[in-house]
């Protein structure tokens, strides 16, 4: 099922110059349904869980300037095999590339909730997706077998880290949390790059900090910065009131899932919902 969206866009933010277009950015988040009563089967259970993914598309030069397009899917996935998501990925990034007719130089992805534990299970499972639904996409009646480079970053919200402010004067050491826009990047992982994000401070609690941890980032990308690039992207919203956490794509992924996981089980499949949307700026 297909619908074509029109919005206005009220605000952007600039991609870095180093980022290589056409570029697609990912947003990938996973619902996990709430376990509750079932009244007509009289025990406690829970629907499918369902995953989103979103796919948005930056085509550069004029065309990039006018809008951007987006494409997504959510798949119901059963409880245990909520990460279990390398075909989906793949299915959801060849078909959006597919109507787009563009074959991207360069490609961003933001996936909400993974642990360090999965980075060699899940994560690797979805990389392997990501490339094969990057590969081998037609455009015209031309292939391209060009790889297209990759950078996969896990958004950590779940954390207790948390900065506090030191050195003013007249104050406490401690008495106020950072500042919203805060990189902190010289707290290191030991096996990839980390860097953590302060993207909103309310003023009567401790700000925490999102941990961003890249990990799969090919030599053609390492020029880009990605921590500026995944600031900007937080500011990159058609439309959003809540507070700025992660980049666009994967805050929209996580409403789309919990949306579509909160809709009355009837029976049907969600699996293969897909909508594609153009969001034109003013």
Not at 116 to 135: C, D, M, N
Not at 224 to 241: E, F, K, M, Q, S
Request: aromatic letters at 8%; one cysteine or more.
């Amino acid at each position: 099922m297909f619908f074509w969206i029109t919005q206005v866009r009220l605000w952007w933010s600039q991609l870095p110059k180093e980022l290589p277009l056409p570029a697609v950015m990912i947003g990938v988040d996973v619902f996990h349904a709430p376990i509750v009563y079932d009244p007509k089967a009289k025990k406690q259970g829970r629907k499918a869980s369902v995953a989103a993914i979103i796919v948005e598309l930056h085509r550069g030069g004029n065309a990039g300037t006018k809008k951007i397009e987006l494409y997504t899917e959510s798949f119901r996935r059963e409880g245990g095999n909520e990460y279990d998501l390398g075909e989906a990925m793949q299915s959801t990034i060849a078909t959006a590339l597919k109507l787009f007719n563009v074959n991207p130089a360069s490609a961003v992805v933001w996936r909400d909730g993974i642990s360090e534990s999965a980075f060699g299970g899940g994560a690797a499972e979805e990389i392997i997706g990501v490339r094969k639904g990057l590969a081998g996409n037609i455009v015209g009646q031309q292939k391209t077998t060009k790889k297209c480079p990759l950078t996969y970053i896990v958004c950590q919200k779940r954390i207790d880290t948390k900065f506090l402010t030191r050195g003013i004067p007249g104050e406490e050491d401690g008495k106020y949390g950072a500042p919203p826009g805060t990189l902190v990047s010289d707290i290191q992982g030991l096996n990839n790059q980390t860097f953590y994000i302060n993207g909103r401070a309310p003023p009567f609690s401790t700000p925490k900090p999102v941990r961003f941890i890249v990990v799969e980032r090919d030599e053609a990308m390492l020029k880009i910065p990605v921590a500026r690039l995944t600031w900007g992207a937080c500011h990159d919203y058609p439309n959003w009131t809540g507070p700025i956490k992660v980049p666009s794509v994967c805050q929209m992924a996580h409403k789309l899932a919990e949306l579509a996981g909160n809709m009355p089980d009837n029976g049907e499949s969600i699996n293969s919902e897909a909508y594609l949307n153009t969001v034109h700026f003013l």
